[in-house]
């Protein structure tokens, strides 16, 4: 079983940058690939970026290439994205998620653990 909590999330205006953390416990974290989803009201929950467990595979959705970064520290078994350039349309609850293997995953149904989510709203 791995716990993966959100932090980072907050109000920011438009064009301006923040930085969402997800602590994992429980297991391991580098054998597991991680992914970043958000849902926005009304909206199905849309991908965001996904690493492999080393790190050396890398996805991004189309809304968010060039402005985020999908990164993770597996000493300190955290997975993190920094998202810069916010848009309005970037409001949503922000999830991690892990995958119980290292192959990066682009789908939720791929993903076997999920964390609570943190809200990230972009205001003009």
């Known amino acids: 079983q791995v716990q993966l909590v959100e932090s980072g999330g907050g109000l920011v205006q438009a064009g301006g940058s923040l930085r969402l953390s997800c602590a994992a416990s429980?297991?391991?974290?580098?054998?597991?690939?991680m992914g970043w989803f958000r849902q926005a009201p009304g909206k199905e929950r849309e991908f965001v970026a996904a690493?492999?467990?080393?790190?050396?595979?890398?996805y991004y959705g189309d809304s968010v290439k060039g402005r985020f970064t999908i990164s993770r520290d597996n000493a300190k078994n955290t997975l993190y994205l920094q998202m810069n350039n916010l848009k309005l349309e970037d409001t949503a609850v922000y999830y991690c998620?892990?995958?119980?293997?290292?192959?990066?995953?682009?789908?939720?149904?791929?993903?076997?653990?999920w964390g609570q989510g943190t809200q990230v709203t972009v205001s003009s």
């Open positions: 690493i492999s467990g080393s790190g050396s595979t890398i």
């Open positions: 429980g297991r391991t974290f580098s054998p597991y690939a």
């Open positions: 998620a892990a995958k119980r293997t290292s192959v990066a995953a682009i789908t939720t149904r791929n993903y076997d653990y």
